[in-house]
């Protein structure tokens, strides 16, 4: 898989192609990438996913609370698994915004010379979506492409969507979202030193250094599965606040204490998968209050993860 960041000098032909934002890559957005995938293959054509950074829900709807269930290195990593060719992480502005749907189709042909746009059921491109099925159909028998239109994957009667996982984790709910995304929830990133208040009550955590715009579970204490140079170790996380030690915190902070692990995470990367829900985060009335409770939470993982 190759991962661009722009379209200059990019040019294929005959290629299979979806677009969409694709941030989680959940069980919707695999089902597509399926589609994609697999009758590329037969006609032995290149795959491309063409998603855009930031978010166009972003952009267009000013957003500033933590948004993203994935980072475009991730997303293009997911992707990648999937078997698809290329990923195209394209900037999102204010000029792309202004294209409509015939001058954003062109633009992408000019590149890809596509010969299939594998869509969702709902989806719309071009300004103020005016490029929806009935018009990218039009526009293919011009052009020359075809279209395919996926189905949804539902979750009961609902449509799975990245809205409906983002309010599971909102909520806490980290394991219907896992259902949703077909993997446990992830965040990743590179240990950074804290205060070391872990390590001096004997049980030391790792500070993920997160971007401000990840999408986090609700604040509270969580079984997760750890993931640090490809070994796994059971580990319990606290996103929040700390409110025994901070009186005053700016925002929440992802704390991980992984169970029988001894060495150095500092600058190192870390990735945790959300499995459980143990409990919301408290204010205790003394650090040997607040050690005994820790202590509870990983007798609950072990628990969880058979140990």
Not at 14 to 24: A, K, L, M, V
Not at 120 to 130: C, S
Not at 200 to 208: D, F, K, S, Y
Request: aromatic share 10%.
């Amino acid at each position: 898989m190759r991962h661009l960041l722009t379209l200059e000098g990019v040019y294929l032909s005959r290629s299979w192609i979806t677009i969409g934002s694709f941030d989680g890559v959940h069980l919707g957005h695999q089902a597509i990438v399926h589609q994609l995938v697999s009758g590329a293959r037969e006609a032995g054509a290149p795959t491309v996913v063409l998603t855009f950074h930031p978010h166009p829900a972003v952009v267009l709807n000013k957003r500033n609370h933590p948004y993203y269930l994935t980072v475009p290195e991730e997303r293009a990593a997911l992707l990648g698994e999937l078997g698809v060719d290329y990923v195209v992480t394209h900037p999102f502005n204010a000029e792309i915004a202004a294209m409509t749907a015939r001058q954003f189709v062109q633009y992408l042909h000019e590149h890809f010379k596509f010969e299939r746009l594998v869509v969702g059921y709902n989806f719309a491109l071009g300004k103020g979506r005016e490029g929806d099925l009935r018009m990218l159909i039009s526009l293919g028998e011009e052009i020359g492409y075809s279209v395919q239109a996926v189905e949804p994957i539902t979750n009961g009667d609902i449509v799975i969507s990245s809205s409906q996982i983002r309010q599971l984790l909102f909520e806490g709910d980290v394991e219907r979202a896992s259902r949703l995304l077909g993997r446990p929830y992830r965040l990743s990133g590179v240990v950074v030193p804290g205060d070391a208040r872990g390590r001096l009550i004997g049980i030391p955590t790792a500070n993920l250094d997160l971007q401000y715009d990840r999408a986090l579970p609700k604040v509270g204490v969580y079984a997760c599965l750890a993931v640090f140079h490809g070994e796994t170790y059971p580990a319990v996380v606290n996103v929040g606040y700390r409110p025994t030690f901070d009186t005053d915190p700016m925002q929440p902070r992802v704390e991980a204490h992984l169970l029988d692990f001894t060495g150095e995470l500092y600058s190192k990367h870390l990735s945790v998968d959300f499995v459980r829900r143990l409990r919301d985060e408290q204010k205790f009335a003394s650090v040997e209050a607040l050690v005994s409770q820790i202590h509870q939470d990983i007798a609950s993982a072990r628990m969880i993860f058979g140990q």
